[in-house]
């Protein structure tokens, strides 16, 4: 392959995005509003609509290689399924950034996609046992192996896409690989290379402090993409190292994916709820900066991309020896920092987190039933009383939501005692939400919990969210119940602030105080900065 043609490739890739963004970063702001996401650390409005430009991009370079090099673009077969499903995935996740359509729609439609892909003729239809030199014929489990491949791709781009650069970094180093592995096997490398400008050139605006997001359309294309070309380059699966090689370069957003699926399924939590507990999250909560944690993530992938490129180059001969040099590169990083040695715990944090199992389900009930009132409450003022309501069943002392037209809050129990906080900033049209809960729970001279929620409670036994970990949890769940509440009862289409109208309706008498001056905490939690506890 010719040195010069790839890198006038990438060249063409960059030009195209570089070109595009700064147009879709100035009409981006005006098409669509902030909205509250776990998933993110900003707080801040900015448009994610990074993907437009990918795609675009991804467009141009194949135009450009069928105008000036078809020869060499009509040697491969496969492309038109590359390209019909690239734009589908994307057309997939950007339907979410303009409008949340749920995870298992979008899991439901990546499937079906990873489906056609595989009738189109490009799948993993055999496996070749490097060890043996034997090649087994797959059948009927090519399209599932194909399919969870996909899937998995699409997904573990999307997942790291917290912290800016982070997803990028790591796509546009996936591309690297696959431009090596394109010009050993002559699949796609000037495509890949089309696509690695492209994505460096979006650094250049998502980089800390990012300007534009990926969004689920740009995340979801390129892990799409990346897996595709990695099946292409493989010899319709066979060759192992060529799909081995991406894996190693993923180590990180494997492991942390791995973590999430567990530390939510163990706490009765959806699989597919985003929040922010990732390892890129943990770093930000230890106090580094967001270059510091995007930098350090991008030198240990970068090490995995030196495995990547030897399971490659041995022809999968080599991939158990550098698994082991894998993980025990990962067992040393995560053995300097203090929030993973709570992983090798393993009794005690799965006793933590089934404990935790009964009052997160009973939280997402009372999210869900607090949403669902939006459609019948009959002014916000209803509205904010179901919120008290289930702030109070969970456990919660301290309830203030401020608008645009004002503020109503109410209180229960001896607030001068040790209390804790957490404060969301919602989209700017829905308010900001204040939770606040006992820093700690009393016990009586029997050794009983005291809590202060009991008076006026109908339950024997009320919740005590004074566990950081467990409070964070319900925090995250009544906000969201608060902000899909709020958006069924406000009238389709209406994007005008929220506002109270009226006076007053005396929900800060349910069962305590009218608020007043704030004592201080003992602690504060934020959305973004947590203190204490433990984690999986």
């Given at each position: 392959m010719n040195w010069v043609l790839v890198f006038g490739c990438g060249a063409?890739?960059?030009?195209?995005?570089?070109?595009?963004?700064?147009?879709?970063?100035?009409?981006?702001?005006?098409?669509?509003?902030?909205?509250?996401?776990?998933?993110?650390?900003?707080?801040?409005?900015?448009?994610?609509?990074?993907?437009?430009?990918?795609?675009?991009?991804?467009?141009?370079?194949?135009?450009?290689?069928?105008?000036?090099f078809p020869e060499s673009r009509s040697q491969l077969s496969g492309r038109t399924v590359l390209i019909v499903s690239s734009l589908a995935m994307f057309a997939l996740g950007f339907l979410d950034d303009l409008k949340p359509i749920g995870a298992r729609t979008k899991l439901l439609g990546q499937i079906v996609i990873a489906i056609g892909v595989y009738y189109a003729g490009v799948g993993i239809q055999s496996f070749k046992i490097p060890f043996f030199n034997t090649t087994i014929d797959l059948h009927g489990w090519g399209m599932l192996l194909t399919v969870v491949w996909l899937v998995a791709m699409t997904n573990l781009i999307n997942l790291?896409?917290?912290?800016?650069?982070?997803?990028?970094?790591?796509?546009?180093?996936?591309?690297?690989?696959?431009?090596?592995?394109?010009?050993?096997?002559?699949?796609?490398?000037?495509?890949?290379?089309?696509?690695?400008?492209?994505?460096?050139?979006?650094?250049?605006?998502?980089f800390p402090p990012a300007r534009i997001y990926l969004g689920d359309g740009g995340a979801y294309l390129l892990g799409f993409q990346i897996g595709l070309l990695a099946l292409l380059g493989s010899s319709k699966g066979a060759v192992f190292g060529?799909?081995?090689?991406?894996?190693?370069?993923?180590?990180?957003?494997?492991?942390?994916?791995?973590?999430?699926?567990?530390?939510?399924?163990?706490?009765?939590?959806?699989?597919?709820r985003p929040d922010q507990r990732h390892l890129h999250h943990r770093f930000l909560q230890l106090g580094h900066s967001r270059r510091r944690v995007v930098l350090s993530f991008y030198a240990i992938t970068m090490v995995f991309l030196g495995l990547g490129v030897a399971a490659y180059w041995s022809r999968g001969q080599l991939v158990p020896i550098l698994m082991g040099v894998g993980a025990l590169i990962l067992v040393l990083v995560a053995g300097r920092f203090s929030f993973s040695r709570e992983w090798?715990?393993?009794?005690?944090?799965?006793?933590?987190?089934?404990?935790?199992?009964?009052?997160?389900?009973?939280?997402?009930?009372?999210?869900?039933?607090?949403?669902?009132?939006?459609?019948?409450?009959?002014s916000v003022e209803s509205l904010f009383a179901d919120l008290v309501f289930a702030a109070r069943?969970?456990?919660?002392?301290?309830?203030?939501?401020?608008?645009?037209?004002?503020?109503?809050?109410?209180?229960?129990?001896d607030r001068a005692k040790s209390q804790q906080k957490v404060v969301f900033d919602l989209q700017s049209s829905l308010g900001t939400?204040?939770?606040?809960?006992?820093?700690?729970?009393?016990?009586?001279?029997?050794?009983?919990?005291?809590?202060?929620?009991?008076?006026?409670?109908?339950r024997e036994n009320c919740p005590c969210v004074s566990d950081t970990r467990l409070f964070e949890i319900?925090?995250?769940?009544?906000?969201?119940?608060?902000?899909?509440?709020?958006?069924?009862?406000?009238?389709?289409?209406?994007?005008?602030?929220?506002?109270?109208?009226?006076?007053?309706s005396g929900i800060g008498r349910l069962a305590g105080t009218q608020s007043g001056s704030d004592a201080t905490p003992e602690f504060t939690l934020t959305r973004t900065q947590l203190e204490g506890g433990s984690e999986i």
């Open positions: 063409v890739g960059f030009a195209l995005a570089a070109s595009l963004i700064p147009l879709i970063l100035k009409a981006g702001k005006k098409l669509l509003p902030h909205r509250f996401d776990p998933h993110h650390s900003h707080k801040d409005s900015i448009p994610r609509f990074g993907g437009l430009a990918l795609i675009l991009a991804l467009l141009g370079s194949e135009l450009f290689l069928a105008l000036f790291i896409d917290g912290v800016d650069g982070l997803a990028g970094g790591i796509s546009f180093m996936l591309l690297v690989l696959l431009v090596y592995v394109g010009n050993s096997s002559g699949s796609y490398v000037l495509l890949s290379s089309g696509m690695a400008g492209a994505v460096l050139a979006f650094l250049f605006f998502n060529a799909l081995a090689a991406p894996l190693f370069v993923l180590a990180l957003p494997i492991v942390d994916t791995s973590l999430a699926i567990l530390r939510r399924g163990l706490r009765g939590l959806p699989v597919f090798f715990a393993v009794g005690r944090v799965l006793g933590n987190s089934l404990a935790m199992r009964q009052e997160v389900q009973y939280a997402l009930s009372l999210a869900r039933w607090l949403e669902l009132e939006g459609d019948r409450a009959d069943k969970l456990g919660f002392t301290r309830v203030a939501l401020k608008l645009s037209d004002g503020e109503r809050a109410w209180h229960v129990g939400l204040e939770l606040w809960a006992p820093g700690s729970c009393e016990a009586d001279s029997d050794g009983e919990r005291i809590c202060p929620m009991k008076v006026g409670l109908d319900l925090g995250e769940l009544v906000a969201e119940g608060w902000m899909k509440g709020a958006r069924r009862f406000r009238p389709q289409g209406n994007s005008e602030p929220l506002v109270f109208g009226t006076a007053p």
